[in-house]
């Protein structure tokens, strides 16, 4: 049971197809973030939203494009990705960022890139 | 940024309490410290955190002795549903928090049956 919804759970996409992963979340938290993981890899952060405004970008390539409509919605734009680009991608959202409120995940996009 | 370490894998049986143990030696006086649970392909889950001395809820109690070096997160009677990968965050919550912190590789949990 969880209060942040992703969509779609799966997706295969082609290294020069456009696609656009979505996360909602019905919490009313401030912030919200893209994290990255890969197989045996640690998880890594990559965006941080708060009050719709992008806070953290973690030196992620221009080939992730992050958007935030409003507080409740957060998008990844895809665009010409590369095979190394397949991971399991993770949306949170958390009551305020800089504080220590816990993170609420989603349960990811599946990403194969072939 | 304080790092921690953890085990890689634990075994433990059905019914016994769990001991994982984190270090984070270079922990700041600001840093909490936070414990998530994650299943395979699914998103991490927040289990429980604390600043010092002792916190429960109940799924789990967090030990903090007063160096505050290291933490133990304890899961009683385990349940082969208990079979996952934990993981110990450090941070601070005036800067960024510890959702600044990176993940780590976490301790992967096997409940035996």
């Known amino acids: 049971e969880t209060g942040v919804t992703q969509t779609p759970r799966h997706l295969v996409m082609g290294m020069t197809n456009k696609k656009s992963l979505k996360c909602e979340q019905h919490?009313?938290?401030?912030?919200m973030y893209w994290y990255k993981q890969s197989a045996k890899k640690p998880l890594e952060l990559m965006f941080v939203?708060?009050?719709?405004?992008?806070?953290e970008n973690n030196s992620v390539p221009s080939r992730f494009s992050p958007e935030c409509p409003n507080s409740s919605h957060l998008f990844l734009h895809l665009h010409t990705l590369q095979p190394e680009d397949s991971a399991l991608y993770l949306c949170?959202?958390?009551?305020?960022?800089?504080?220590?409120?816990?993170?609420?995940f989603g349960n990811g996009t599946r990403l194969t890139v072939t | 940024l304080a790092k921690t370490t953890q085990p890689i894998s634990m075994d433990s049986y059905e019914g016994q309490e769990v001991n994982i143990t984190c270090s984070h030696n270079?922990?700041?006086?600001?840093?909490?410290i936070t414990w998530y649970q994650q299943f395979p392909s699914q998103g991490p889950r927040f289990i429980i955190q604390?600043?010092?001395t002792k916190v429960t809820n109940e799924v789990a109690s967090l030990f903090i002795p007063a160096d505050r070096k290291s933490s133990t997160l304890s899961l009683p009677r385990v349940s082969l549903s208990d079979t996952a990968v934990y993981y110990c965050?450090?941070?601070?919550?005036?800067?960024?928090?510890?959702?600044?912190?990176?993940f780590g590789t976490g301790t992967k949990l096997q409940v035996i049956p």
């Open positions: 939203y708060s009050l719709e405004e992008r806070v």
């Open positions: 919490l009313g938290h401030n912030a």
């Open positions: 949170a959202s958390s009551q305020d960022w800089g504080g220590n409120s816990p993170l609420h």
């Open positions: 604390g600043y010092k």
């Open positions: 270079n922990i700041a006086t600001n840093d909490y």
């Open positions: 965050l450090v941070g601070d919550p005036n800067s960024g928090g510890y959702q600044k912190v990176t």
